[in-house]
């Protein structure tokens, strides 16, 4: 799909991302050198959340895509799942822990509210040398994870770091709420970039809009989700469109250029929704939304790492990811894919 046969609401962010997308010139470049994920052994199906919301499986099936999700062990704990995703992906890319300089962990959900997840994963893992902190952005927390640590080796502050979206969404999840039990589910997925490798991560833009942030919530009181569904999809799909556009656009490339669109697993009439607004060819959309339900921050990272698996994600593919979440943020950007 060309700009030109884009809604015209489309092609005037794509002229602008277009004119503006020349400045990014980083130092040197970032790559993804290593990919891992973790995913819960506990499969729920709708059959075990659908009487107790008094609807059936077709009726979340139809609004959701969801068949079934992962729900971790009341033993294991959200830096265990980033931990184990973490180390899949250091061994994919053949890093010693030693040499990691930075772990990042994106999550809404943590253990505790301090510590933060990302030091007991660097222990765990004995990143001895590295710093670590967490990221909350939410459902969009893994891309801008991506984008800081894309940063830090392209200004090279860093060589080596390790970016895990880890989520225990099922702890949070009110499951009598018929708006919200059958979305959420737990696992983890896990990057490592280096500098200089094969593959490049380009711009990552990042966007927000804090006058919505009541659409999506979760107190300190209860700790459980709660959503205002329908604005919830409509600004999903305006918002990822309108990111999917303008990161497109500003790496210099079409619609067309692009071989994998990796949207967050929020939910299959949203990916579908996005895809069909941008004329996306359907065989280019990840959707694993089907088992894996929303994971949140975890889903992008887990999502690549699935494509992998089924042979979808090979070497010089332009990947297309982007994602959107409470707050709202969203973003996108464009990554050469550079491992087998």
Known sequence: ??????????????????????????????????LGHFSPAEVVPNSAIAGRIGVDDAWIVK????HTRRRAAPTDRLSDMATWAGRRALSDAGVDPFDVDLVIVATMSPDEITPSAAPLVAHALGAERAGAFDVNAACSGFLASLRMAAGQ?????????LVIGAEALTRLTNWDDPKTAHLWADGAGAVVLGADGEGEIGPIRLSADGSLGSAITCSHEDRLIR??????YQTAVKRLSEATVSAVAGAGLELDDIDLFVYHQANGRI??????????????VADYV?????????????TL???????RLRPGQKVLIAAIGAGFTWGAGIVEWGIS
Do not use: C, Y
């Open 1 to 34: 799909m060309h700009s030109a046969t884009l809604p015209p609401d489309l092609r005037t962010i794509a002229r602008e991302a277009t004119r503006t997308g020349s400045a990014f010139a980083p130092q040197r470049t970032a790559s993804i050198v290593g």
């Open 63 to 66: 609004r959701t895509g969801v």
């Open 153 to 161: 080796i392209e200004s090279g502050r860093a060589d080596r770091i």
């Open 227 to 232: 959503m205002d569904g329908h604005s919830t």
């Open 271 to 284: 990916i579908r929704a996005v895809g069909e607004r941008l004329d996306l060819e359907p065989a280019k």
């Open 290 to 302: 089907a088992h894996m339900a929303n994971t949140s921050a975890a889903s992008i990272p887990l």
């Open 305 to 311: 790492s699935l494509l992998r698996e089924d042979s």
